[in-house]
């Protein structure tokens, strides 16, 4: 029921749809103290620890403007120890510094919130509702 701006992008998949892509904090923050809630950690894969406050930081914003050259492509996450697969994007900032972004209805899935879109409300999560597709 609240609305909160991210620093998102929108790339056409295959059929020519908009696919959004988030950074892991941004959501992690979103949703935090609800049920879909989320901890982020990193051995040299990344980590998600569902039912788990979210302990990190986020600005909420994206050290890019305008059009970015990204790298694509299937990323697998640790999900409570389960190897999941993903989407994801990476963008490289002007220092070399990489940033990952990852399709919002693949962590709604492997989180368990639902994620969905109307013309009224454009994009949106329900932290208290199950991943439907």
Known sequence: ???????????????????????????????????????VGFDGSILLT??????GGSDMGTPFS???????GAQTVKVDCTDVPMTAITLTD??????????????GKALGFNVGYSNERGVFIESDKPYAG
């Open 1 to 39: 029921g609240t609305a909160v701006e991210f620093a998102a992008y929108a790339l056409k998949d295959e059929n020519g749809n908009l696919t959004n892509y988030v950074k892991l904090s941004d959501i992690a923050v979103a949703i935090n103290g609800t049920d879909a809630r989320f901890e």
């Open 50 to 55: 569902t039912k788990t406050a979210y302990t």
């Open 66 to 72: 305008g059009d970015r050259e990204y790298k694509g």
């Open 94 to 107: 002007d220092n070399g510094g990489g940033y990952n972004y990852f399709k919002l209805r693949d962590l």
